[in-house]
């Protein structure tokens, strides 16, 4: 590392609000302790969050995505989030059951602004719980219960600046290495690549719940 780096860094509080300044005006009112019915309009709107968790192996984020509202607003305290099928590796709940405080991100396809919820989670397997979240009559495995603890939005600037929502910057999935090639190189051909890329987004179409 450049050692100009370390000379430069900012190592407490007050050296970082002296840099930054303090936020005022629509930066500080727009946060709140509850699920204002604007933010629950957003969160209906939403098909995609993610979700952090923070356990005693480190830090995690987990994408979720499913159709829009599937983020169930249950009161202006509470949020149900389904666990649908996966991998199994279950870090998000892993560290749940190790720290209860959660981060949520939500974004709207073509929406600049995004919608911030930090709280506390709680898993369940109540089966009218779970009943709730049947899609093809297949349940969740669980649902993330979360209580809120404070929800704002997030201006626009990100979005604009990553032009996310413009088609003229998607690109070809075939210019980056397929996921076989990459878990082929990664496992050092313990799992063959191209049996692994055959078939894929069908299986994986196939399985979505």
């Keep these: 590392m ?3 780096i370390g000379a430069h860094q900012i190592t407490d509080v007050a050296a970082l609000e002296h840099l930054y300044g303090a936020p005022a005006g629509a ?25 952090a968790t923070g356990g005693p192996a480190g830090l995690d984020t987990s994408p979720r995505g499913d159709p829009a509202g599937f983020v169930t607003v249950e009161d202006e305290k509470t949020l149900l989030i389904p666990d649908r099928r996966g991998n199994n590796r279950v870090d998000s709940l892993r560290n749940i ?6 981060a949520l ?3 709207i396809p073509g929406v600049g602004e995004t919608l911030r919820v930090n709280g506390r989670a709680i898993i369940s397997t109540a089966p009218t719980l779970l009943e709730r979240f049947t899609v093809g009559g297949k349940l969740p495995r669980s649902v993330i219960v979360v ?14 600046r990553s032009k996310l929502w413009d088609p003229a910057q998607h690109i ?29 987004y069908e299986r994986l179409k196939a399985a979505l719940y």
């Excluded at 727009?30 to 209906?44: G, N, S, T, V």
């Excluded at 209580?147 to 604009?160: E, G, K, L, N, Y």
């Design 172 to 200: 070809e999935r075939s210019s980056l290495p397929s996921l076989g090639t990459m878990i082929g190189d990664i496992s050092q051909a313990r799992i063959d690549g191209a049996t692994y890329d055959s078939g894929l």
């Design 147 to 160: 209580h809120v603890d404070t929800v704002f939005f997030q201006c626009s600037r990100a979005i604009w």
């Design 97 to 102: 059951l190790a720290n209860p405080h959660v």
């Design 2 to 4: 450049d050692s100009t």
């Design 105 to 107: 991100l939500f974004l």
């Design 27 to 51: 930066a500080v009112e727009k946060e709140l302790d509850y699920i204002h019915p604007h933010y629950r309009a957003m969160i209906a709107a939403s098909p995609f969050v993610v979700l």
